[in-house]
């Protein structure tokens, strides 16, 4: 919780939209994904990371398309309130992670969470 509890005070606070700080946080945070012993694959990584933080990620692969299934929001309480600030918040923190990949995963969906019974959606591609 504290990347993102630090990532919404920089947004908050430097000017930057959500996204980019985000994006920018998730970039920086990438090379603490690579694995010390063997290479999973980049989905993986991704979904270990996100498990991490709190996300509780499940994942599906069906060639080179991974679908992430987020079945808890760290912050719901706050993402309630300002959906449209922490969503992009999450959605620009996957977004740099998987650009700063060695092997890139593509997000070419983010799907947030109507109500509290639902589960943000990741869509993303292997380019």
């Given amino acids: 919780m504290d990347l993102l509890a630090s990532a919404l005070a920089q ?15 998730g970039r920086q945070h990438a090379e603490q994904l690579q694995p010390a012993t063997g290479t999973p ?19 599906k692969q069906k060639g080179h398309r991974a679908e992430y299934s987020l079945h808890h929001c760290p912050i719901s309480t706050i993402a309630e309130q300002n959906p449209q600030i922490l969503c992009e918040l999450h959605r620009g923190l996957m977004d740099g992670l998987t650009e700063a990949l060695p ?13 509290r019974r ?7 591609q292997l380019s």
């Fill in 41 to 59: 694959s980049p989905a993986k990584l991704v979904q270990r990371e996100m498990r991490q933080r709190g996300f509780q990620p499940t994942l």
């Fill in 11 to 25: 947004a908050l606070g430097t000017g930057e939209t959500p996204h980019q700080v985000g994006a920018r946080i």
């Fill in 103 to 115: 092997q890139r995963l593509q997000v070419i969906d983010f799907i947030p969470r109507q109500t």
């Fill in 118 to 124: 639902q589960v943000c959606r990741v869509l993303a």
